[in-house]
């Protein structure tokens, strides 16, 4: 047992230390680089001398990454919701890679950096509408898959990779809405084109934060967003959740974990999205969680019976004023 534990760490300990060579020749492309992770990880590829091509999708973001890097990082504007967007930013992609004088290859688009996403509106199932799952959903999945898509001829062409963020939500729902249905989405469209692309020597990777404190929940605090799904329901509909379930819902106890401070914690996600455009064998899946013991270990609960599941899952939710 020991040999064997032995050679499981010697063997995790030459995947990690085989870094790709030549990275400062070779292009990353990130999604959603105003803030939080892409903005965070552009700046440390950066730092390791990689060429960086990062989208956002406000003017003031963008300038504002671009004064806090060097010339190795370029910025674009981008939508993920709109077609033509994502179509400029191809082709930018494409001569950015080109010698501007000669226009010859100078370098390869190594890597696909999806990060872009949104996490509101998001609560009770019930309480939302078609359009605020549509919103999410927009952004989250079908964006992802476009700008794949649309990158994804660059990205053979070099036998890069595609890292794409997912959730722990994407593995167990732990609340309405877009976000989870999202995720799910990333999870099968990562699984099944990291399965096409293997015979590319292209490699696939999915990231799966835990409950980190980012822009993702918007300027607008989550106990405003919650008050506003609130009063435009039904009155029946209100009855029927009752007010006990509305103020546990503005702050459940699975939200308090965001209470803290995030940002050193946010280093470690960034050092798994480098892991997987850096090193010759990235893993296929990374779950993270923000801090041990402040929430369930959320892709172990997957593994469970599913009534077990929702046994635990139900000690964490509020019950309705009319529940059987």
């Not at 990690?16 to 999604?31: A, D, G, P, Q």
């Not at 226009?103 to 509106?121: E, H, K």
């Not at 050193?264 to 923000?290: I, V």
């Not at 929702?310 to 000690?315: E, G, M, N, T, W």
């Amino acid at each position: 047992m020991a040999a064997l534990t032995d050679l499981s760490f010697m063997y995790r300990w030459f995947k990690n230390c085989n870094l790709v060579r030549n990275l400062s020749e070779k292009y990353v492309f990130i999604t959603g680089c105003d803030s939080g992770f892409g903005n965070l990880l552009a700046k440390q590829l950066v730092d390791r001398r990689m060429r960086v091509l990062a989208a956002c999708l406000t003017e003031e973001g963008a300038q504002k990454l671009q004064q806090d890097t060097s010339y190795q990082l370029q910025t674009i504007l981008l939508d993920v919701t709109k077609t033509e967007s994502i179509k400029a930013a191809a082709q930018w992609v494409m001569h950015s890679l080109l010698e501007p004088f000669t226009r010859t290859i100078r370098g390869s688009l190594w890597a696909l950096v999806n990060n872009a996403g949104v996490g509101l509106p998001s609560g009770p199932n019930e309480w939302l509408t078609k359009e605020d799952f549509v919103k999410v959903i927009n952004v989250n999945l079908v964006g992802l898959i476009e700008v794949t898509l649309h990158m994804l001829p660059m990205v053979k062409k070099a036998r890069g990779r595609v890292v794409n963020m997912s959730s722990s939500g994407g593995r167990v729902a732990v609340i309405g809405g877009g976000y989870c249905v999202s995720k799910f989405g990333v999870e099968a469209f990562s699984d099944s084109i990291r399965r096409e692309l293997h015979y590319f020597g292209v490699k696939v990777s999915i990231i799966e934060p835990g409950n980190y404190r980012t822009s993702i929940l918007g300027k607008e605090g989550m106990e405003t967003r919650m008050q506003k799904l609130w009063e435009r329901l039904p009155p029946e509909t209100r009855d029927s959740y009752g007010e006990e379930y509305f103020r546990i819902c503005e702050f459940p106890r699975y939200r308090q974990v965001e209470k803290h401070d995030a940002a050193g914690r946010a280093k470690n996600q960034g050092r798994h999205q480098q892991h997987g455009a850096r090193h010759c064998f990235p893993e296929p899946s990374h779950p993270l969680q923000p801090r041990p013991g402040c929430q369930a270990p959320l892709p172990s609960l997957a593994k469970l019976p599913t009534p077990v599941t929702d046994f635990i899952l139900s000690r964490y939710l509020p019950r309705p004023a009319d529940s059987v």
